[in-house]
C-alpha cells in the first residue's frame, strides 16, 4: 500500500517542510495485530536531519537544536509511531508528531515579564493582614498568670 504524502507540510506559517527532507523507515512492530505483526511492517520510524536541513533558517535551526537537544542523535530528530496496526494510521501519527514537536521547538519564546512594584493599596492590605494574624496569635497565648 503506498500513499501518497503531501510535498509540502506546515509546521508554522514561516516554516514548510518539504516532504523530500524526511526519511521513512518501516519494520515490524510489537504489540497489537495478531498474526499480521509477524509479516506486515507497519512500525514507522520518520527522521528529520534538523542540522543539516536548507529549508529552516539560523534563528529556527538555533531554537529546535536548543530545546530539542536531547532528543536529537546526529543532529536527526526521529518519532517512532507503533500504536496502530495499519502502517498508515502510524506514518500518520508519527507526522503529526513530528509537526507538533517542529511547531513547539520553533516558537517564539515569551517575552520577558517586566518586574513591576506592588501598589501602595496592596502594600497596605498584606500589612494589615499580617497585622491582623500577629494579634490573633498574641491573644492566644497565656499569660504568666493565666494557669
Known amino acids: ?10 509546521i508554522s506559517p514561516g ?4 516532504a523530500t527532507e524526511l526519511q521513512w523507515r518501516y519494520s515490524r512492530s510489537s504489540g497489537p495485530g495478531g498474526q499480521g505483526v509477524n509479516t506486515a511492517d507497519s512500525r514507522v520510524e520518520l527522521s528529520f536531519d534538523l542540522a543539516g536541513s ?8 538555533e531554537r529546535a537544536t536548543t530545546r530539542l537537544a536531547g532528543r536529537l542523535h546526529g543532529g536527526v ?3 517512532v509511531a507503533s500504536e496502530h ?3 498508515l494510521r502510524n506514518r500518520e501519527a508519527a507526522l503529526e508528531r513530528l509537526v507538533d514537536t517542529l511547531r513547539t521547538a520553533t516558537t517564539r519564546p515569551p517575552r520577558a515579564r517586566r518586574a513591576t512594584k506592588p501598589s501602595r493599596g496592596s502594600v497596605e492590605r498584606r500589612l ?13 497565648r497565656s499569660g504568666p498568670g493565666d494557669e
Open 1 to 10: 500500500m503506498n500513499v501518497m504524502l503531501p510535498r509540502e507540510i506546515l
Open 15 to 18: 516554516f514548510v517542510l518539504p
Open 54 to 61: 536548507p529549508t529552516l533558517s539560523e534563528v529556527l535551526r
Open 77 to 79: 530528530l526521529t518519532i
Open 85 to 87: 496496526r495499519s502502517q
Open 128 to 140: 494589615q493582614s499580617k497585622k491582623r494574624r500577629s494579634t490573633t496569635k498574641r491573644n492566644r
